[in-house]
T-cell receptor
Framework: AQSVTQLDSQVPVFEEAPVELRCNYS??????LFWYVQYPNQGLQLLLK??????LVESINGFEAEFNKSQTSFHLRKPSVHISDTAEYFC??????????????FGTGTRLQVFP | NAGVTQTPKFQVLKTGQSMTLQCAQD?????MYWYRQDPGMGLRLIYY???????DKGEVPNGYNVSRLNKREFSLRLESAAPSQTSVYFC?????????????FGPGTRLTVL
C-alpha cells in the first residue's frame, strides 16, 4: 500500500524568499503524484500533478515539483513566495499505475506561512 | 456553474443524534468522495462512489453510511454521532477518478459533536 510523508508540518518564510515543501512517498510500484493547496476556510484545489513524461511539472502560479523515482520524492518548490501563497499544502499519491485507481492517499499537510 | 456544493456549512450535534450531510456537483462527474479532515492527520477518505449506483468504503468508514442518490448527489449519514466524529467534512468529485484526474472539492462542513 502507498503512503505519503510530508516532513514539515509548518514552514515559515519571508516574502520573496524561496521555499521547498518536502514530500516522500512509499510504494513498491509506479505511482501518480499530486500537490493540492487549501487556502484558509476553503476546500482543496489541485496545484499540479505528475502522471507521466517530464519529471518536472509546473503550476500556473510559479510552483514546480520534481518527481525523483530513486529518492521516492516529489518536493514542491517556489523561487520567490508571496503573501498570497500562505496556505496548507497536501501531497498525495495514487496507484499502482497498472490498475485503474479511483483513490488518493493524502499526506498530513504542510502549513506555509509567508511573512512580510 | 457552482461546482461542488455542501450543506450545511456548520452543524452542532449531541452524542447519539443523527444527521445527513448533503453534497451536489453540477459538472457531470462520474466519481464522488467524502473525506474528513482532522488536525495533523490530513484528509482521510470515508467513502467514495466511482459511478452512479456504486459505493465503496475508504480508509475510515465506521460510523458512516452513504447514498449516491443520482449522478449529481452523494450524501453522508451519521446514524448515531460520537465526539470522535467532530471534524471538517469535504465532498469532492472527479470525472475519471481521483487516481489520475483532478478532484474538485466543496467548501466543507464543520461538524461538532458534544
Amino acid at each position: 500500500a502507498q503512503s505519503v510523508t510530508q516532513l514539515d508540518s509548518q514552514v515559515p518564510v519571508f516574502e520573496e524568499a524561496p521555499v521547498e515543501l518536502r514530500c516522500n512517498y512509499s510504494s513498491s510500484v509506479s505511482v501518480y503524484l499530486f500537490w493540492y493547496v487549501q487556502y484558509p476556510n476553503q476546500g482543496l484545489q489541485l496545484l499540479l500533478k505528475y502522471l507521466s513524461g517530464s519529471t518536472l511539472v509546473e503550476s500556473i502560479n510559479g510552483f514546480e515539483a520534481e518527481f525523483n523515482k530513486s529518492q521516492t520524492s516529489f518536493h514542491l518548490r517556489k523561487p520567490s513566495v508571496h503573501i498570497s501563497d500562505t496556505a496548507e499544502y497536501f501531497c498525495a499519491v495514487s496507484g499502482p499505475r497498472s490498475y485503474n485507481t479511483d483513490k488518493l492517499i493524502f499526506g498530513t499537510g504542510t502549513r506555509l506561512q509567508v511573512f512580510p | 456553474n457552482a461546482g461542488v456544493t455542501q450543506t450545511p456549512k456548520f452543524q452542532v450535534l449531541k452524542t447519539g443524534q443523527s444527521m445527513t450531510l448533503q453534497c451536489a456537483q453540477d459538472m457531470n462527474h462520474n466519481s464522488m468522495y467524502w473525506y474528513r479532515q482532522d488536525p495533523g492527520m490530513g484528509l482521510r477518505l470515508i467513502y467514495y462512489s466511482a459511478s452512479e449506483g456504486t459505493t465503496d468504503k475508504g480508509e475510515v468508514p465506521n460510523g458512516y453510511n452513504v447514498s449516491r442518490l443520482n449522478k449529481r448527489e452523494f450524501s453522508l449519514r451519521l446514524e448515531s454521532a460520537a465526539p470522535s466524529q467532530t471534524s471538517v467534512y469535504f465532498c469532492a468529485s472527479s470525472d475519471k477518478g481521483a487516481g489520475t484526474d483532478t478532484q474538485y472539492f466543496g467548501p466543507g462542513t464543520r461538524l461538532t459533536v458534544l
